[in-house]
């Protein structure tokens, strides 16, 4: 039926251009060829072969035009488009978009940056010859409705500039790299957008400007070509995973629009933001066949604007509603992706007043042609998805080119036609951001001068800076008036009736000269609020499963104070424009010897490694100086020239006070450790921002797999401190130690050859994917403990080193009914002595993803069951009031000894029972320490969803094991993320410099 269905339409197509001059019956310019215009006949015939049925394309795709002059993807690939064992390198597709742009004036070739390997990114513009002339001009139209403040906001002149100015749709693939289809389709695209003289091509090349950036994640396109040509190569035989994408991230490459860490991110968004581009459509490969996730499922990000929640909605259900028409089964728009987090890549559009759009089509992970086996979901007839895909076909990459074309294709014509809608909407989407203080408010966000934290205030600063955000600053000291704070849990009635307290008055903030201020009346106030601004997901809410983080709140996970001010006086205080954030830095004062005060500011550590001559000191107690107070774990600077010194502090933004005598006041080193950071071969996607922000801090590091790891037997020799970052994946204790089974099977080599020549870029390399951390492995990073070393873990590998036995003490178990979905909690200090908690406030918050839950134990080898909080204390039904004795008839009475309480997050006192030959009692100095609890549960929310979080409140969230003559540092939570988290990785570095002292400070228990 669809295949009839199908080809009849065609025929309708055909003969309605032949009699009729545009429009069909519909009044829709009908989609097909234009039959005065030749095919190119052995083209097309490949496009029928390399398709496996007739209902996997449609009469936009089932041909290619024929031109004299312009090459055809087969210039550079040897084939169509989407022909099998073909998957062309960036650079080939590069070639032939910069071969389009020599045979016609219709298209142009723009670079746009470099990745972190050196790759060129690039960005190709596709329309009629005239709109690729008046580039210029168009953009400054543009600017006009993307910054309504040029036009004063005038309704009428942004009209004018609708009818005139030509929009922009910017479509991105392959930012995933196993996900291979789109290079080629984006080829064939941009061809078809420059040739076919069809009347549907024509309008969407005469009214629309396509842009393409054909490859978002250009190094791990490359390595992904590389496998795939291996696998060629080996028919019969295994090939590797894509254990690296990009240099640092895999998967969460597309997680990054908020914090802008990643090249391809930040070159992507430029793009976007200086072509003032209306649409930004990033294309993916998982779900059969077509999956418009722009739709997804609620809940929505809640600072879009709902202009653009129904632009997703018309535009998603117009491409459904178009390939149904053509037949096409399996193409729908609603599913379980909520609409929530702005870290994905399309999200630049969505809080950039643009619109955001992602398809999911069907992609082999190569150019094999394959059969393919659906579950019942992915079949199953839905409400949403009245054509479902095939439980079983023949699956082929040009199948998928077709699905991925089709879609861009109706996409655009639809655009095309409603583009004075879009272009009216793009202007009021901008519009209604910069009359965002008088409407929903909040006026600014306030980053206040005197902020203890400079240089992390930066780079919060920078984060903005990269989003395109303006950035002010106040001239002058100015107050605001901040709404009434609501106490936290509303009191219960009875209690309300006695306190007779006043209601909660609003205040007022004063905030110094030099405080940054963030406007809300500007065009891309949204990015910053959504940033900024706190995250509620309610427990309740009928989403859950959330797709990714539900938190993100970035001056908490920055550790920088932010003051969200309704108070639209704000916007009067008198300000200038910063155009380049920058915390000051430098020496002030007189002497030889210099202190710094420590704010867990990650540039100290930067400073310690820079000047690796320098003796650097660590005040174990705080002191004053110089008429200034230092805080503990204050540096204390000798043996370096001021002139160094200054200039080092004044580029990182660290201040330094010179002091004239030494302060009274026990100190230890602080040294520049020796860093191993390790690495499975299973995933290396979470450990990756690590290495990101280690490499961002310029802190070097020696990067190790886990098999390095088991041919390394002194360790200690070359280390001082072992990272080993979250595996992710759920990978247990055996996927770590055993690897991938290699019983059977063959070795998948990760090594650069001939064959593959960028598999290694500037990673790591190995033999054989498959072997693990194995039996020596573990006993080496044993051995390296307790010879002295530092092996700091985090979450899972938390759970590893516990499952392990290396310390003592502390017990591990999963969340039971606890869900925390990427949020950003609370956390107390607990032991401010420690030195992995210099520069740390008595709160601060933090990033969990549910866990682990750890417990103390002072009994070794006691596998702890998680501690429920205080017992019920209910006395037993007898004799007397509640808290008076009960008494056994004919026996005389006797008290029961008090029971010592403790804390939920501390080592429970040792009973009078267990010392009783007590060989296992684990002496207080081997005890584990505890730096960091989770707050309490009422408390323990910040950003994001938390539900029975009481499993985790007030339990251990960073630990300090002694273990041997060494440590095992645990983290619960995920100090170093996405590069998001920026104020807790001083809890890391903090372990690093002070790895040879981290007992300072220590108070053991009494028995
Ligand atoms: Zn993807």
Redesign the pocket.
């Known amino acids: 039926m669809t295949g009839l269905g199908w080809s009849k339409l065609v025929l309708l197509v055909l003969v309605g251009t032949a009699l009729a001059p545009r429009a069909g019956a519909d009044r829709e310019t009908p989609p097909g060829r234009d039959p005065k215009q030749p095919v190119d006949e052995a083209y097309t015939e490949r496009i029928h072969k390399y398709t496996t049925e007739p209902y996997f394309t449609s009469p936009l795709v089932d041909y290619l035009p024929a031109s004299k002059t312009v090459p055809t993807p087969q210039a550079v690939l040897g084939d169509v488009a989407g022909a099998p064992g073909i998957l062309p390198y960036a650079e080939d597709v590069y070639r032939y978009m910069r071969l389009l742009e020599k045979a016609t004036p219709r298209v142009k070739v723009f670079s746009i940056g470099k990745t972190e390997e050196g790759r060129e990114m690039i960005a190709v513009a596709v329309s009629s010859e005239e709109n690729l002339k008046n580039l210029e001009e168009n953009r400054a139209r543009l600017a006009k409705l993307a910054d309504p403040r040029a036009i004063k906001l005038d309704d009428a002149e942004a009209d004018k500039l609708v009818g005139e100015a030509v929009p922009i749709y910017y479509i991105t693939g392959t ?2 790299s196993p ?1 291979t289809g789109a290079p080629t389709a984006l080829m064939e695209l941009a061809y078809r957008l420059a040739v076919d003289e069809s009347p549907y091509i024509k309008e969407i090349r005469d009214g629309t400007i396509t842009l393409i950036t054909p490859v978002v994640e250009v190094d791990g396109r490359d390595r992904m070509v590389d496998v795939y040509k291996w696998h060629l190569a080996h028919p019969k035989q295994f090939y590797p995973w894509l254990v690296y994408w990009g240099k640092y991230v895999a998967h969460d490459n ?1 997680r990054d629009a908020m914090g802008v860490t990643l090249k391809l991110t930040e070159n992507v968004l430029h793009t976007y933001v200086g072509w003032k581009a209306q649409v930004l459509h990033d294309l ?3 779900v059969p066949y077509l999956y418009d996730n722009t739709i997804g499922d609620e809940p929505y990000n809640a600072w879009i604007d709902p202009i653009l929640a129904d632009e997703w909605q018309v535009i998603g259900w117009n491409n459904v509603a178009a390939m149904t028409k053509f037949g096409m089964p399996g193409v729908f728009a609603h599913g379980d992706f909520d609409t929530w987090s702005p870290g994905y890549l399309m999200f630049i559009a969505a809080l950039h007043n643009g619109i955001s759009r992602l398809y999911e089509t069907f992609g082999n992970g190569g150019a094999d042609t394959e059969e393919r086996t659906l579950q019942p979901e992915q079949y199953a007839r839905t409400w949403y998805r009245q054509n479902p895909p095939l439980p079983k076909v023949l699956w082929s990459q040009r199948d998928n080119n077709n699905y991925e074309e089709t879609g861009l294709l109706t996409s655009l014509h639809f655009f095309t036609e409603n583009k004075q809608r879009f272009l009216k909407n793009f202007y009021l989407k901008a519009k209604r951001s910069t009359m965002k203080p008088s409407e929903e408010g909040p006026a600014a966000y306030v980053l206040p001068a005197d902020d203890p934290r400079p240089a992390l205030q930066a780079e919060l600063l920078q984060v903005l800076e990269r989003q395109a955000v303006e950035i002010s600053r106040a001239t002058s000291a100015f107050s605001v008036t901040l709404p009434a704070k609501k106490p936290k849990e509303p009191a219960k009635e009875k209690d309300r009736k006695e306190e007779k307290s006043p209601p909660p008055a609003p205040t007022t903030r004063e905030f110094p000269a030099g405080s940054y201020i963030i406007r809300m009346d500007q065009p891309y106030s949204r990015i910053a609020d959504a940033l900024l601004d706190h995250q509620y997901w309610s427990p309740d809410d009928p989403q859950k499963t959330p797709y990714d983080d539900t938190g993100w709140t970035f001056g908490e996970l920055y550790h920088v104070q932010v003051a969200r001010v309704t108070d639209s006086k704000v916007l009067d205080v008198p300000m200038d424009r910063v155009r380049e954030v920058h915390a000051r830095g430098g020496v002030k004062g007189e002497g030889t010897l210099f202190a710094i005060a420590n704010r867990a500011e990650p540039a100290l550590a930067t400073l310690r490694y820079k000047l690796h001559d320098a003796s650097i000191e660590a005040a174990e107690e705080p002191f004053e100086s110089a008429g200034k107070k230092f805080n503990r774990g204050s540096f204390l600077v000798r043996n370096t020239s001021r002139g160094d010194l200054d200039r080092a502090a004044a580029e990182l933004g660290v201040q330094v006070t010179a002091l004239t005598a030494p302060p009274e006041v026990k100190t230890h080193p602080v040294r520049a450790a020796r860093i191993a950071l390790v690495h499975t071969w299973l995933s290396t996607q979470t450990e990756g921002w690590w290495r990101l922000a280690l490499d961002k801090l310029a802190i070097p590091y020696a990067y190790l797999s886990t098999q390095a790891i088991a041919k390394i037997s002194d360790l200690n020799g070359k280390y001082d401190v072992i990272l080993f970052p979250p595996v992710g994946y759920n990978a247990g204790v055996d996927a770590v130690v055993n690897g991938i089974p290699t019983a059977w099977g063959n070795p998948l080599p990760w090594k650069n050859t001939p064959e593959t020549p960028n598999l290694v870029g500037k990673n790591d390399a190995t033999d054989d994917l498959r072997p693990g951390l194995g039996w020596d492995g573990v006993a080496h990073l044993q051995e390296f403990v307790e010879r002295g070393g530092v092996l700091l873990t985090a979450m899972d590998t938390s759970s590893l080193a516990l499952s392990l036995g290396f310390a003592d003490g502390v017990s591990t178990q999963n969340a039971n009914k606890m869900k925390i979905v990427g949020s950003v909690v609370e956390m107390r200090l607990v032991d401010d002595a420690s030195p992995i908690a210099y520069g740390y406030e008595e709160k601060g918050a933090a990033y969990c993803d549910n866990g682990p839950i750890l417990s103390l134990s002072s009994i070794a080898g006691q596998r702890g069951r998680r501690r429920l909080g205080p017992e019920m204390r209910a006395r037993p039904t007898g004799r007397g009031s509640v808290d008076d004795p009960d008494f056994a008839v004919g026996r005389p009475g006797m008290e029961a000894p008090e029971e010592r309480k403790s804390e939920i997050w501390e080592s429970p006192p040792v009973s009078d029972e267990q010392k009783r030959n007590g060989f296992r009692v684990i002496p207080p100095p081997r005890r584990p320490r505890v730096i960091f609890r989770y707050a309490d549960s009422k408390d323990l929310l910040v950003s994001g969803l938390i539900e029975g979080g009481d499993e985790i409140a007030q339990h251990p969230a960073v630990v300090d094991a002694p273990s041997g003559k060494g440590h095992v540092v645990l983290f619960s939570i995920n100090p170093v993320y996405r590069g998001e988290t920026w104020g807790t990785y001083a809890m890391v570095l903090n372990a690093i410099l002070n790895f040879d002292n981290l007992n300072a400070g220590r108070k053991d228990a009494a028995e």
Do not use: V
């Open positions: 930012i995933h996900e597309n993916h490969e998982s």
